[in-house]
């Protein structure tokens, strides 16, 4: 069993910045990707940054500048720093482990989630 959970999030003021943090536990093996969603209320959950086990990132274009995803395999985490927060960056914020091993299918796991919120 796998277990993924997220920590960090908060209220945070306009201007501020944040890391977020994801760790995963169980039996995890083989991480290949491990990487950052966010879904804010009446929206559908979006891609924030992905980070690959060898360290290739890769962002949305609505997040590259300000976001910044890093990782630490041996640990099994992955980091999320928000730099100057807005209001429209209130949301929760998922991690998504994706293992993988050869010659069979990718296995993701999430975590239940690490509240944003943006606001003075």
């Known amino acids: 069993q796998v277990q993924v959970v997220e920590s960090g999030g908060g209220l945070v003021q306009p201007g501020g910045s944040l890391r977020l943090s994801c760790v995963a536990s169980?039996?995890?093996?083989?991480?290949?990707?491990m990487g950052w969603y966010r879904q804010a209320p009446e929206k559908e959950r979006e891609l924030v940054a992905t980070?690959?086990?060898?360290?290739?990132?890769d962002y949305a274009d609505s997040m590259e500048g300000r976001f910044s995803i890093s990782k630490n395999i041996a640990k099994k985490m992955v980091y999320l720093d928000i730099n100057n927060l807005k209001p429209e960056d209130t949301a929760v914020y998922y991690c998504?482990?994706?293992?993988?091993?050869?010659?069979?299918?990718?296995?993701?796991?999430w975590g239940q989630g690490t509240q944003v919120t943006v606001s003075s």
């Open positions: 980070i690959t086990r060898t360290g290739v990132t």
């Open positions: 998504k482990i994706t293992t993988m091993i050869p010659f069979d299918r990718p296995y993701h796991y």
């Open positions: 169980g039996n995890v093996m083989h991480i290949d990707t």
